[in-house]
Structures are given as C-alpha cells and as structure tokens.
T-cell receptor, first 112, second 112 residues
C-alpha cells in the first residue's frame, strides 16, 4: 500500500539552529498536511499544501510541496524551545485510496 | 465549546478483559477516526466512520470493534485486550475524509 516516509526520526538541535524534516512518497500525492504534537499532547493541524511547488510560511515555519508532488518539507528557522515536539506529515495519494496516510513523525528536541 | 473529548484518559486493564474507549465530538463532523500511536510507528488508523452506521477498517483493525449509532459518538471496543494493544489511542473528527483532522486528547491504555 501507499507509504509516506518521514526523515529524520529524531533531531536534536541547539536553540537558534535551523531544523528541517522531510516527507517522501514513491507515488504522487494529491495533498499533504502537517501536524505538530507537543510532548504528552495530541496532534494539531498546522497547514495543508495542494499545489505543485507550493510554499507556505507561518512565522518561522516554511512548508514546501515538491514540484513532482512526491515530497514535502517543513523548515523551522532559528528554533526555540517552544518548537519541541513531533511533527507529522499526512498525505492523500492520488490513487484515491481515500485515506490520509501519516508519516512516522520527526521528534525535535531543542537544547536551550 | 468542548470540541472532541475522549474518556477515560487513562486506563489499566488485564489481558482478556473487554475495554471500551469513548469519543465524543460537538462539531457534527461526518467523519470520525480511531488511531493508535506507538513508538516508531507514528499514527496508525484502526477504524473510521463516514457517518452514523457507516464504518470501515483502517490499517490495523484486528482485535477492535467500533460502532456509530449517533453522529457525535464513536466508541472503540477491545473485545479481549492483549498486551500488544497497550498504546495511546487518539480519536479524531473531520468534515471530510481528507480534510483537517481534529484530534482528541488521547487515551493511554495499559494492558497487563
């Protein structure tokens, strides 16, 4: 079945450093969503990307959808301790399986 | 505005017992989902429902039963709990199958 691979699984950074997580699929995606889960919390929707090559920004977060719509990235500039958590991508395949498939998540630790 | 709630928040049970996890949403969303979250596996879909009395299997349905007699409720039952079902369970709701998903706070289940 369709899979969405997310890398890296874990990332430790010093506060102020940048951070990027990648989401990759072997098949073309219709859209991709990003969620953030704080430690002990539940996933919270961040953004959805639909168009090829789309780039969206939320303050220090930049989300990108690849030109071929097979990959996506989330980049955080100058991380802060409030960025700690697990970031998930979730994608709908263009083969119309009808279900969102979640990546395994990237857990970010930020050292103050 | 309660949104989406889950009960109980924590549960300890024994192997072989039946356990029901409750999920309630106040948005009248058509779609509801049950996920389990385990280290290294991200979020895996157990069952989902498109409307009252319409349910379908997700990625890992074995050992679980769902029902949806009312739009706002989507209980998940472990008919005979096993240790492998120790996990964090999240309920989510959405206006569509592939729209933004709103997650409940989760139920942490320990099966001894």
């Amino acid at each position: 079945g369709q899979q969405v691979m997310q890398i890296p699984q874990y990332q430790h950074v010093q506060e102020g450093e940048d951070f990027t997580t990648y989401c990759n699929s072997s098949t073309t995606l219709s859209n991709i969503q990003w969620y953030k889960q704080r430690p002990g919390g539940h996933p919270v929707f961040l953004i959805q990307l639909v168009k090829s090559g789309e780039v969206k920004k939320q303050k220090r977060l930049t989300f990108q959808f690849g030109e071929a719509k097979k990959n996506s990235s989330l980049h955080i500039t100058a991380t802060q301790t409030t960025d700690v958590g697990t970031y998930f991508c979730a994608a709908l395949g263009s083969s119309n399986t009808g279900k969102l498939i979640f990546g395994q998540g990237t857990t970010l630790q930020v050292k103050p | 505005d309660a949104g989406i709630t889950q009960s109980p928040r924590y549960k300890i049970t024994e192997t072989g017992r039946q356990v029901t996890l409750m999920c309630h949403q106040t948005w009248s969303h058509s779609y509801m989902f049950w996920y389990r979250q385990d280290l290294g596996h991200g979020l895996r879909l157990i069952y989902y429902s498109a409307a009252a009395d319409i349910t379908d299997k997700g990625e890992v349905p074995d050992g679980y039963v769902v029902s949806r007699s009312k739009t706002e409720n989507f209980p998940l039952t472990l008919e005979s709990a096993t240790r492998s079902q120790t996990s964090v369970y999240f309920c989510a709701s959405s206006e569509s199958m592939v729209g933004t998903q709103y997650f409940g706070p989760g139920t942490r289940l320990l099966v001894l």
